[in-house]
């Protein structure tokens, strides 16, 4: 992976709407019950909770427990979801998608903060969160090393996933999301107590099926083939569909809040942090 472009990303920082919560001290603020800085408000004690930060003036008013929350500086961890099936060897998405992946842990380790970079296919192989150029690189020779195989599920990703990182974080699934549409959404809602950001890579060919003529298409997961004539009817078609699709995507992240964006690999890496940055929902305070 030719890494230049990283210097480029310098303008860029990683401000997220929620307040997140995580085990290590960053720049980052979150809202927990806490000693801190700035008092953000009162809620009812909960079983568990420290009797040192019950509020007694408020006891002895209303003969209700209340605890006092504080808002305290958090670290922001930003975990990548890099998809490394069979079909992401189509064209040069996997090597694009790994650019992305790389670039958001450049802008995590800039910042003090740390990052985890996560291959999943049909089942997750969790990466370790750590910060540092030297883990950065290190992460990215992996990345030069993977050859993309096997199926996709991304429902029972999102699942281990679950189990694996407890505290609120910035998710980032980097995926080209051609799969069944019942488990892209159940991962969706599976990932939504976090910030959630999907960025789908297509090859321009799949974007506008840049075919015509007989052709035989092999489907690189399943390894099942398929004769057909591309028409301009067939291409109609076929663009109907992946709206279609993609629509069902981004209706499931409008629910729940998360940003879902489009890219091809000819793309300049550049720009696809520009867009992300200036029109993520979850990227801005």
């Given amino acids: 992976m030719d890494t230049e472009f990283l210097s480029e990303l310098d303008r860029f920082t990683l401000l997220v709407r929620k307040r997140v919560s995580t085990a290590y001290t960053g720049a980052r603020r979150s809202v927990k019950v806490g000693r801190g800085i700035s008092p953000v408000g009162y809620r009812e004690y909960r079983k568990g909770d420290d009797f040192k930060f019950v509020d007694w003036k408020v006891y002895a008013r209303t003969e209700k427990l209340y605890v006092r929350e504080h808002e305290e500086e958090r ?71 993977t050859a993309p195989s096997g199926g996709t599920d991304f429902k029972r990703t999102a699942e281990q996933f679950d189990l694996t990182i407890r505290s609120t974080s910035l998710v980032v699934m980097i995926s080209d999301f051609l799969d069944g549409i019942d488990s892209l959404v159940a991962s969706i809602y599976k990932l939504s107590s976090h910030d959630l950001i999907l960025i789908q890579i297509l090859d321009p060919s799949e974007a506008d099926l840049d075919f015509e003529g007989d052709l035989r298409f092999i489907d690189m997961e399943s390894k099942q083939s398929v004769m057909t004539r591309v028409t301009p009817k067939v291409k109609e078609e076929y663009e109907a569909k992946m709206k279609e699709h993609d629509a069902r995507i981004r209706a499931a992240c409008n629910d729940v809040g998360a940003d879902f964006f489009t890219y091809t690999t000819d793309k300049p890496i550049f720009e696809v942090f520009s867009d992300v940055n200036s029109r993520a929902k979850v990227w801005r305070a």
């Fill in 75 to 145: 670290s922001l961890s930003v975990h990548l979801l890099l998809d490394a099936s069979s079909s992401m060897g189509f064209g040069e998405k996997f090597a694009f998608a790994s650019k992305v992946a790389a670039g958001f842990a450049y802008m995590a380790i800039k910042e003090n903060e740390k990052f985890s970079i996560s291959k999943f296919g049909e089942m997750l192989e969790p990466g370790e969160t750590r910060g540092g150029r030297r883990n950065l690189f290190r992460a990215i020779e992996d990345l030069d090393r």
